[in-house]
């Protein structure tokens, strides 16, 4: 029998270190400063809901490419004539998907299985077998409206990240003041190791099993790391095929191309709130952009074009750092050029390395570049104390989510580097994601001006009161009313943009109560 003495001995079990408990570390401390409700606290320590699910298909039979030394047993194998070059499809990791009738004809030379390309190589042939792949999607939290947040194609994912991504979306949300909550998904997939039809496949059949958890105003996927706005738009087309009142059902998905329902700005949307929260930061200072130098680690949706828009306010880009290489130019990389190079159809990894106008670097001397600022603009956890440790620079501002670890936050205020949020810096894609949204609603179309202009004013209002509720000074001007967010005391930046997000939360439960 279990006497008394047993339970008062028996110790707490230490909770387990995750991703998803390390993103909350920020959350419990706000709300311990401004005592949150302990029953709104109880709402958003934990998602709403956690869907796990599987998505088949079948492969399409690929040439996969020998090795120089493999390829020695075949020396004597003739060149198979290529009938239909179209037909093959070359993947960033050397394989060929071989589409329709690529190679049908009479001089296929294949022998065990292997066969020689005019371009020389030999190559297995590996028929295409049905393969299966795991899907989520995360519901964190619909407090302040339906659950909102990306599509994520790539390998390392898993139940523990998305929980914390999408945790991330419902204070994101409510700092931007849309009405939305929180959610994240996607697929367990490295997108690059799979050919166009195949990824097509795999999304349509994705939105199939998707479709009975989210809707327009239930929930809504855009796009992340590995996924478009072609992807986007084979979830849509899957989602409203067939339905009697499609058009309605726009807004099911943003992050869309104009010409099906997308916003005007919003594939350069997230890119232009970082810049548009840099340039603030500068401007609270006197100062100006223009003569900034900056280092910016990923170059894809996020990291180009917040690049981009860095370079005409006259800042200077020194290095970049991808998946596949990282690049140094002193002088100022021609961002524009680099652009053009990355999205170059001959540049099958879609990579920076290689680009003429720099020289390549390692990773590791990346975070020691002198420059003012440093963007991550890729995965979560890249900047650990260590690296923080060596940065050379005087403001990190956050185009990824969750770059920066805990520890490495720690480091960065202790060494006096500034810090802007992702959760405000990044939150210019969801922004626009709501004004797409709107304008689904409507059947409008707005302006390219019009969908800038008020994305400026809105990230510049909300980046302003977090900005107060850190430095503890409320005030009310033309552009923003802080008062009601500050606490009587200064925080870090990270702290007051999740006292700004949970006030604004807590407000729509004490407003609105419980529903039972
Ligand atoms: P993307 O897929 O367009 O680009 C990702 C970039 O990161 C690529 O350049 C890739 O090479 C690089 N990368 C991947 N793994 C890397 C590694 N191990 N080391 C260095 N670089 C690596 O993705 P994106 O949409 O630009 O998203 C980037 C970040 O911004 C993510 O953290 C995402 O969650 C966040 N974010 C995106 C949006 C959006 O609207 N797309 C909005 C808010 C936040």
């Given at each position: 029998m279990a006497s008394e003495e047993n339970f008062m001995r028996a110790p707490a079990p230490s909770p387990k270190r995750t991703i998803y408990t390390e993103a909350m570390e920020i959350f419990h401390r706000a709300a311990d400063l401004i005592g949150l409700d302990k029953r709104v606290r109880l709402e958003l320590e934990e998602p709403d809901y956690e869907h796990i699910f599987y998505v088949t298909t079948k492969l399409k039979d690929r040439l996969v490419p020998l090795a120089p030394e493999e390829a020695k047993a075949f020396s004597d194998l003739s060149v198979t004539q290529v009938r239909n070059p179209d037909g093959l499809e070359r993947l960033a990791d050397g394989k060929i998907i071989l589409n329709g009738?690529?190679?049908?004809?009479?001089?296929?030379n294949i022998r065990r299985g292997h066969l020689r390309l005019p371009d020389g190589g030999v190559y297995q042939l590996v028929p295409g077998e049905s393969q299966r792949f795991k899907a989520y999607r995360v519901q964190h939290n619909q407090a302040r409206g339906p659950y909102k947040g990306g599509i994520r194609y790539h390998r390392e994912v898993s139940l523990d990240l998305f929980k914390a991504l999408a945790a991330e979306m419902t204070w994101k949300t409510a700092i931007s003041e849309v009405p939305f909550g929180g959610g994240k998904g996607g697929i367990q997939i490295d997108p690059r190791q799979y050919g166009r039809e195949e990824l097509e496949n795999i999304t349509l059949r994705f939105m199939y099993k998707l479709k009975s958890m989210i809707g327009p105003n239930i929930d809504i996927p855009a796009p992340d790391v590995g996924t478009n706005g072609e992807i986007m738009a084979l979830m849509l087309r899957e989602y409203s095929d067939g339905e009697r009142e499609r058009h309605n059902l726009r807004g099911i998905v943003t992050g869309k191309d104009v010409r099906i329902g997308g916003s005007e700005g919003r594939v350069k949307a997230t890119g232009q709130g970082v810049a548009y929260c840099i340039e603030d930061y500068y401007a609270d200072r006197g100062?100006?952009?223009?003569?900034k130098t900056f280092v910016l680690q990923g170059f894809g949706n996020v990291g180009s074009h917040g690049a981009a828009i860095l370079a005409n306010m006259g800042a200077r880009l020194l290095a970049v750092n991808d998946a596949d290489g990282s690049i140094y130019n002193g002088d100022g990389i021609d961002v524009h050029a680099l652009m053009a190079y990355v999205s170059d159809p001959k540049n099958l990894k879609r990579s920076v390395a290689g680009f003429p106008g720099a020289q390549k670097i390692e990773k590791k001397d990346l975070w020691e570049i002198q420059a003012d600022m440093l963007i991550p603009a890729?995965?979560?956890?890249?900047?650990t104390a260590d690296v923080a440790e060596r940065l050379k620079v005087k403001l990190v501002a956050e185009g990824a989510n969750g770059p920066t670890t805990p520890e490495a936050d720690r480091v960065l205020q202790k060494r006096g580097i500034d810090l802007i949020p992702d959760i405000i810096a990044n939150a210019g894609g969801v922004t626009v994601s709501y004004y797409e949204w709107i304008q689904n609603k409507r059947m409008e179309r707005w302006s390219e001006s019009e969908v800038d202009q008020r994305l400026e004013k809105a990230m510049k209002r909300n980046y302003r009161i977090i900005r107060d509720i850190s430095r503890n000074q409320p005030r009310k001007t033309d552009m923003h009313d802080s008062r009601g967010y500050c606490i009587s005391k200064t925080v870090d930046p990270r702290c007051a943009a999740m006292i700004l997000a949970l006030k604004r939360i807590e407000a729509h439960y004490m407003l609105e109560g419980f529903s039972q």
């Open positions: 009738r690529a190679l049908l004809g009479s001089d296929v100062e100006s952009v223009k003569g890729a995965l979560g956890g890249e900047i």
